[in-house]
């Protein structure tokens, strides 16, 4: 079982639409969760982390489930430059793995 | 100061050719990575380097080896690497290993081995 697993993708929305990624992990010892966005040919960058308790910045929701190994992050409103591949990273024994990623298009 | 710097941008080897890609960061930041990324794949650990030294080295061939100077910098030195080495290659740094605010990513060399 690899150490993070995302949906696959690519989803294909129109702007406007909410979409919802999802990742699980399989290190109940994880410490720390994230969300990052890579453009194409681009570094990855930070979205947001992810906390226990969620949290929220503009359009972009994150949720953990610890019990569940669970990550989600629910993207509102989807803008054009939102197509991005949106990468689920998560800390074990204090280094970061991640997960394969999802390719979002967002389509006018 | 809140980037990574990476140079070169682009690289093209031949496989007996001798390289060094370089990583620089004035961000105080005491963690630094080495990751390597295929088209289409996620970023995959290589190196790490924290305190100046070397804490893990994901069973990467010999043919990569790095060095870090000084707090700031770090480098890989590449030889005698093989066509399914190419890829992009990425630093990263944060403040300690594995902290809550996540890796500040360098744009990357695009490595190509011909």
């Known amino acids: 079982r690899k150490e993070v697993e995302q949906d696959p993708g690519p989803f294909n929305v129109p702007e406007g639409a909410t979409v919802a990624f999802n990742c699980t992990y399989s290190n109940s010892a994880s410490q720390s969760f994230f969300w990052y966005r890579q453009d194409c040919r681009k570094e990855p960058k930070l979205l947001m982390s992810?906390?226990?308790s969620g949290n929220e910045d503009g359009r972009f929701t994150a949720q953990l489930n610890r019990a569940s190994q669970y990550i989600s992050l629910l993207i509102r409103d989807s803008k054009l430059s939102d197509s991005a591949t949106y990468l689920c990273?998560?800390?074990?024994?204090?280094?970061?793995?991640f997960g394969a990623g999802t390719r979002l298009t967002v389509k006018p | 100061d809140t980037e990574v710097t990476q140079t070169p941008k682009h690289l093209v080897m031949g496989m007996t050719n001798k390289k060094s890609l370089k990583c620089e960061q004035h961000m105080g930041h005491r963690a630094m990575y080495w990751y390597k990324q295929k088209a289409k794949k996620p970023p995959e650990l290589m190196f790490v380097y924290s305190y100046e030294k070397l804490s893990i080295n994901e069973s990467v061939p010999s043919r990569f080896s790095p060095e870090c100077p000084n707090s700031s910098l770090l480098n890989l030195h590449l030889h005698a690497l093989q066509p399914e080495d190419s890829a992009l290659y990425l630093c990263?740094?944060?403040?300690?290993?594995?902290?809550?605010?996540?890796?500040?990513f360098g744009s990357g060399t695009r490595l190509t081995v011909v």
């Open positions: 990273v998560v800390e074990n024994n204090n280094d970061m793995r």
């Open positions: 992810v906390y226990s």
């Open positions: 990263a740094s944060s403040r300690d290993r594995g902290r809550r605010g996540g890796y500040t």
